[in-house]
């Protein structure tokens, strides 16, 4: 720097290095913005000293910050530097106060054309430490030092080690920027990581030569390590890899706010262009990738077509050709990848539930390789980059848990269902403890959770779609665009899962859901219907009931119920309900009786003493509350509930009360749900298995067992036959009921035979092949 550089050093809130001019003549990025970086040292030194050369004049200046500020101001200033924001850190040093409190600090320059004259013990100490004379300084045209003095508690504190790191993790890849500490040069940390594929471009294969010399016109061939074209007759030499961890993001934002490191770095006679693309221009390839691929290309002949600023190529011909000369060494190093990764899977030899099948390069490396991704991607100008699906604990260290990814062996995913909320999102999934965390109160989950063969399927799905967001989030895809399209997805899931619901606990929260609203009531109570064994139709025309359900039993033949739903967010008023009109539905359509639904009822807390009590008897109408019918269509598979129980309540219950108390009574008897039964039977089973070589196994010993094991203390025998009965029906083959001895034949292994009866059952069995992915405890 001269003197109008030591001049322009000290503004704040803007910096010269940014204009155009600045970045040709220095040769190199620049990356200050804001002019604040130099207010950084303030945290670790009192004083700041710059000694510069440059056109032969040597300059030097010394900045006491104790000048600037009070003790109490010490500990914000700090504050501001540090964290580089930029409105804070330019109100240090006398630069934001009002015009009358403004207290200039002079700064002297020294001015002098020879070192080897200047004394001083710091500048003698410092020149020592980098073993540097005075009559070498006197020899280099340009050159600045910078010497921090006075340093604070906090610069006393750091470890080398430490700062080591720090300084690693900062470095990018592919620059030309060299940095030693205590005269030891500092590689940047993602010159360390694993390469999976490494190649020089003369051992490009001869495939690929072809298909350049197809794509290009020109004949393309390898000599003496270098690849030759027509266009590029001093020819192309360079080398490439691909590394196992992301080189993009993957020490969070220091390196890559600095430099990348991944892609093409392309060097003219020793000089990096078009340093800001990894694509050199090329559209998007393969990210999984292109985020792990470094190439450095030398390429001389691009020289002549170099633009003026000579930081990029001219458009033109022979860029093209170069481009598709790039194209095939991604190409190459993309399908060496591939290999890599299949010979992974396909290679890999192990036992039953140890080998993976699923890939770590499809489940934890794309986590990892997202977060890190994520985390850089922090530092940008992204409104909402919060996350749709992953869920991380706030104390959590990125760095640390995407480096545990990448190298530590698969810990088994386990999936829990939690209550989470109507509205809120599938699945949540925690990293740091391989856990899926699967909303119950989803509408898919609701449809699907309760059939056991689909529940799998649908954490298949759920883990899918967490890695959906992820797969977008490694290919770059912006944060708010993926949370839009993810949010949308998640309407449409809702909606088709609604739209054919089957499910009784989706139908049962649909009733409660609609209780408000006419149509919803009516066609909600019709499907209900359905799911207790009516064959049910929604009419609702004037003067017509709102629906009917129809029951055929043997040999009764047909029963006949009309539907009605009366919907309200407050008590319906008794005129609202029309009692009478009710009847002669009833009447017009032969029927047994009518099931009236409403969210309550006037008067319930009168019991037979209300108007509405009073009106139901007197015209054979079962009042129904919501709530009530959906407690007994969310069970019904559970406790067996059928046609025949819902008609009897309706045609010997009508006031609201009786209808609750009846209720009641139906899901309280039995005690037990009909799937608890079947799953304490095999539990029995297995239990005893090892004891049953010589013995007749029977339904008397299980109905012991039961009674004694289990505490089923008021359950018959009868009970536990017909259960054993329903289980031998289910099991295909795998288990045989003697009707008249009771005697019972296992004709498979009990895992096998849990996995045949599992709708009986509800479990989550065993699957046939050990997974390596799932947690099967």
Request: proline letters at 3%.
């Amino acid at each position: 720097m001269d003197y109008a550089g030591l001049t322009n050093l000290w503004q704040i809130g803007r910096s010269n290095k940014r204009t155009d001019e600045i970045e040709k003549r220095s040769h190199r990025k620049q990356i200050g913005k804001f002019g604040i970086g130099k207010l950084a040292t303030y945290t670790i030194a009192n004083q700041l000293t710059y000694v510069t050369k440059s056109d032969s004049k040597i300059s030097a200046v010394t900045i006491d910050f104790r000048q600037f500020s009070t003790d109490a101001e010490d500990d914000e200033i700090a504050k501001d530097a540090s964290t580089g924001d930029s409105e804070s850190a330019t109100g240090a040093p006398a630069v934001n106060l009002p015009n009358d409190q403004v207290r200039p600090i002079e700064l002297p320059v020294y001015q002098f054309t020879d070192i080897s004259t200047q004394s001083g013990d710091v500048l003698a100490q410092v020149l020592d430490s980098l073993e540097l004379s005075r009559g070498i300084l006197d020899t280099q045209s340009n050159w600045t030092l910078v010497i921090l003095e006075n340093l604070k508690p906090k610069a006393q504190a750091i470890k080398l080690k430490r700062l080591r790191w720090v300084l690693s993790t900062a470095m990018p890849l592919g620059t030309n920027f060299d940095l030693y500490l205590n005269k030891e040069k500092v590689e940047s940390s993602k010159s360390n990581y694993k390469r999976i594929v490494e190649f020089n471009l003369s051992k490009l294969p001869q495939h690929r030569l072809d298909d350049l010399t197809k794509t290009t016109g020109e004949t393309w061939s390898i000599k003496n390590g270098k690849v030759f074209s027509d266009s590029f007759p001093s020819g192309i030499s360079g080398s490439v890899f691909v590394t196992e961890q992301t080189l993009y993001g993957s020490q969070g934002v220091k390196s890559d706010d600095i430099h990348r490191s991944h892609g093409f770095f392309v060097k003219v006679h020793g000089r990096l262009v078009d340093l800001v693309d990894p694509l050199f221009g090329m559209t998007p390839l393969t990210y999984g990738t292109l985020n792990r691929f470094y190439a450095e290309i030398i390429a001389d002949d691009l020289d002549s077509f170099l633009t003026a600023s000579r930081d990029t190529v001219e458009e033109g011909e022979v860029k093209s050709t170069f481009r598709k000369f790039l194209r095939v060494v991604f190409n190459e190093a993309d399908a060496q990848h591939n290999r890599h990764k299949n010979n992974k899977v396909t290679g890999k030899r192990g036992k039953e539930g140890e080998k993976e099948i699923v890939a770590p390069e499809l489940v934890e490396r794309s986590v990892a390789d997202a977060l890190m991704i994520h985390e850089f991607d922090q530092g940008g100008a992204e409104a909402d980059g919060s996350w749709f699906y992953i869920d991380l604990p706030k104390s959590v260290d990125v760095h640390s848990l995407a480096e545990q990814l990448y190298s530590q062996p698969r810990s088994k995913f386990s999936y829990v269902y939690t209550d989470q909320g109507f509205t809120n999102r599938l699945v949540k999934f925690d990293p740091t403890q391989s856990r899926f965390l699967i909303n119950s109160e989803h509408d898919l989950v609701k449809a699907y959770a309760g059939d056991a063969n689909s529940k799998r399927l649908l954490e298949d799905f759920a883990t899918a779609e967490m890695l959906l967001e992820v797969y977008l989030r490694e290919i770059n895809i912006r944060p708010s665009v993926i949370g839009e399209v993810l949010a949308r997805r998640d309407d449409l899931l809702r909606s088709l899962a609604t739209d054919h619901a089957n499910a009784h606990k989706l139908i049962s929260d649909n009733l409660r859901d609609s209780a408000s609203n006419d149509n919803d009531l009516e066609i909600n109570l019709v499907v209900a219907a359905r799911a207790l064994g009516f064959n049910a139709t929604q009419i609702s025309g004037p003067d017509e009931p709102d629906g009917i359900a129809r029951y055929i039993s043997h040999p009764t033949g047909e029963q006949l119920l009309t539907l009605e739903a009366k919907s309200s967010k407050k008590v319906p008023q008794l005129g609202a309900i029309q009692f009478a009109g009710l009847r002669r539905h009833i009447d017009d359509y032969d029927a047994l009786g009518c099931l009236l639904l409403a969210p309550s009822y006037p008067g319930m807390t009168k019991v037979q003493d209300s108007a509405a009590s009073k009106e139901a008897i007197t015209n054979r109408v079962s009042c129904w509350t919501i709530e009530d019918l959906a407690r007994v269509v969310e069970v019904a598979e559970k406790r067996h509930i059928n046609a025949e129980d819902i008609i009897q309540i309706v045609t010997t219950k009508f006031a609201p009360d009786d209808v609750k108390a009846a209720v009641d009574n139906l899901l309280s008897s039995p005690q037990w749900s009909s799937h608890i039964l079947h799953q304490a039977i095999l539990d029995e089973l297995k239990l005893s298995n090892g004891n049953l070589k010589n013995s007749v196994l029977d339904v008397s010993m299980i109905y012991g067992w039961i009674v004694r094991g289990q505490g089923f203390h008021n359950i018959d025998r009868a009970s536990v036959k017909k259960a054993v009965a329903s289980m031998a029906a289910a099991s295909q083959g795998g288990m045989r009921l003697e009707e008249d001895s009771g005697r019972i034949h296992l004709t498979v292994d009990l895992d096998e035979l849990e996995r045949r009866i599992v709708q009986l059952t509800k479990s989550n069995p065993k699957t046939r092949r050990t997974s390596s992915f799932r947690d099967s405890t």
